[in-house]
């Protein structure tokens, strides 16, 4: 399995390792591990060769019938001497995956997994959403798109909370923002209202373009430096928008040409009136396929 994250290195755990010693000696550390993204076959031996017991984050609810490709959460132990080399060994069993991140806690293990339960059964517009919030590549989005009130219901219990960036893997920390005098959201499920549902999936089209090129195109397919890959295919989505290129079908078949011709491909002279066709509404894929051989022949001669 590819994600569009380059492999965390001993720095950075080494930063994560340190920042979980900061708060205060009354909180506890945990692990949060996306079971879905790490094989199990790995993360097994590693677990137990340290001698750390996972439990299910997601323990009464529907969706702790995941097992262990579900959410997993690791007490940490609170001596600091070897967690920098047992975070490291652990990790290394899926070192590329957005599958890991560690946070401080005030509350103990069942007020944490309602927390969780609370986050992962979202609902938007009475539709159910499971919100992978042990996805690092969700997370950061997640708690940036929350209102004060939902946000309440995660600072009551965690106080810190750190995950590895895409691009060279370096450590990134969320600190709960100072107390609010506002009512913490009582409701049992996340509510995601209409912003935040469409903040989300923007961030996530990247990653789902990501997938469909593995399918599509394998041969363009970095073997390194994928979380540079990802800030690639991030500009070229945002020309695709400011072109108003909608939908997916076009959205892809924009990306595979920038890709192949360069990223600049789409200031061509020859170009121009394709972008006033989409403007008007027409279908980009339609359009491209109706380009002459001598527009093609260009393209590849002149292509960056």
């Given at each position: 399995m590819l994600f569009l994250f380059d492999?965390?290195?001993?720095?950075?755990?080494?930063?994560?390792?340190?920042?979980?010693?900061?708060?205060?000696?009354s909180h506890q550390s945990w692990l949060l591990v996306d079971g879905a993204l790490v094989e199990p076959q790995h993360l097994k031996p590693a677990l137990r060769f340290l001698g750390?017991?996972?439990?299910?984050?997601?323990?009464?609810?529907?969706?702790?019938?995941?097992?262990e490709h579900g959410l997993l959460l690791v007490e940490l132990p609170q001596?600091?001497?070897?967690?920098?080399?047992?975070?490291?060994?652990?990790?290394?069993?899926?070192?590329?995956?957005?599958a890991w991140s560690c946070f401080a806690a005030t509350q103990p293990?069942?007020?944490?997994?309602?927390?969780?339960?609370?986050?992962?059964q979202a609902q938007h517009e009475q539709l159910k959403v499971h919100c992978r919030?042990?996805?690092?590549?969700?997370?950061?989005?997640?708690?940036?798109?929350?209102?004060?009130?939902?946000?309440l219901r995660i600072t009551t219990s965690i106080t810190h909370w750190h995950w590895f960036h895409r691009e060279e893997g370096s450590l990134q920390t969320w600190k709960a923002p100072s107390p609010m005098h506002?009512?913490?959201?009582?409701?049992?499920?996340?509510?995601?209202?209409?912003?935040?549902?469409?903040?989300?999936?923007?961030?996530?089209?990247?990653?789902?373009i990501f997938l469909q090129l593995q399918e599509v195109l394998p041969a363009l397919m970095p073997k390194q430096h994928r979380g540079?890959?990802?800030?690639?295919?991030?500009?070229?989505?945002?020309?695709?928008?400011?072109?108003?290129?909608?939908?997916?079908?076009?959205?892809?078949?924009?990306?595979?040409?920038?890709?192949?011709?360069?990223?600049?491909f789409h200031k061509h002279p020859q170009l121009q009136n394709t972008w006033k066709a989409v403007q008007q509404g027409?279908?980009?894929?339609?359009?491209?396929?109706?380009?002459?051989?001598?527009?093609w022949d260009t393209l590849e001669q002149e292509k960056s």
């Open positions: 492999p965390i290195s001993p720095a950075s755990i080494e930063a994560m390792a340190q920042a979980l010693r900061a708060p205060a000696s750390w017991a996972s439990q299910r984050a997601l323990e009464f609810t529907p969706l702790a019938a995941y097992g001596e600091a001497e070897k967690l920098t080399s047992s975070l490291q060994r652990l990790i290394s069993t899926a070192p590329d995956a957005p293990l069942p007020v944490l997994q309602q927390c969780f339960a609370y986050l992962a919030v042990a996805d690092t590549r969700v997370l950061p989005v997640l708690l940036a798109q929350l209102s004060d009130a939902q946000r506002e009512p913490v959201d009582p409701l049992p499920h996340l509510q995601i209202n209409d912003s935040q549902f469409t903040a989300m999936l923007d961030a996530a089209e990247p990653d789902g540079r890959f990802y800030s690639s295919l991030l500009r070229i989505l945002q020309t695709a928008t400011q072109l108003q290129l909608q939908g997916n079908p076009d959205r892809l078949q924009f990306v595979v040409l920038s890709l192949g011709f360069g990223e600049h027409q279908s980009f894929t339609a359009l491209k396929n109706a380009w002459s051989d001598v527009l």
